[in-house]
Every structure is written in C-alpha cells, then in structure tokens.
C-alpha cells in the first residue's frame, strides 16, 4: 500500500498560481503511475493530470491543459501539480492518487487540500 499526503491547497484570485505537493510513502517500488483528481462540490470527481513513475511522461484534461504542470521530484518521492491562471471553476478539492503494478488502479488516495479560486 502507498500513503499519500497532499499540500499546498489555499485561497487565491483568478489568474493566480499555487503549487501542490503530494508526498509518498510505503510500496513505492511498485508505483507505476501518480495522478491529480479533484471534485467540485456537488460534482463528481474528475481527472486532471498523471505522472508515470518511472518515465515522467505526462497526460492532462484538456480543462486544465497549458495552465497546469504535473512533475516529479524523484529523490523526495513527491508529486507536484503547478497551477497557473487559475480561474474560479478550478475551485475544488484536489486529490492525488498511486497506481500500483497490482492492477487495483488508482487504489491509494490522499485525504485531499482544498483550492478555491476567486474572481
């Protein structure tokens, strides 16, 4: 199993930027891929970016393509999602989440940070 812990969620106007963290702990030799989900209230939740563990490839939604960053910090096993020009439906919590080699998909999540953008 793999535990996650975000960080870095806040309060900031449009066009703003916040960067969050997701820290990794645990199996981590059998992580294959990293991703960021968040959920609106009274929404569902909903996929935003991945990082493949290894490879550092990248995928995005396309609501968030070209403003946000998914990277990797390989020697502190920490995720991070940069955000820029926020805009006030990026509002929501934001989760991250591991993908291991076992086939459970995304089995492991955070407990989330809370991002609310004002206009």
């Known amino acids: 199993q793999v535990q996650l812990v975000e960080s870095g969620g806040g309060s900031v106007q449009a066009g703003g930027s916040l960067r969050l963290s997701c820290a990794t702990s645990?199996?981590?030799?059998?992580?294959?891929?990293v991703g960021w989900f968040r959920q609106a209230p009274g929404e569902e939740r909903e996929f935003v970016a991945q990082?493949?563990?290894?490879?550092?490839?990248?995928t995005y939604a396309d609501s968030v393509k070209g403003r946000f960053t998914c990277s990797k910090d390989g020697a502190k096993n920490t995720v991070y999602l940069q955000m820029s020009s926020l805009r006030p439906d990026d509002t929501a919590v934001y989760y991250c989440?591991?993908?291991?080699?076992?086939?459970?998909?995304?089995?492991?999540w955070g407990q989330g940070t809370q991002v609310t953008v004002s206009s």
């Open positions: 990082i493949d563990w290894s490879g550092g490839s990248t």
């Open positions: 645990g199996r981590l030799f059998n992580i294959y891929r």
């Open positions: 989440a591991a993908a291991s080699y076992d086939g459970r998909g995304y089995a492991d």
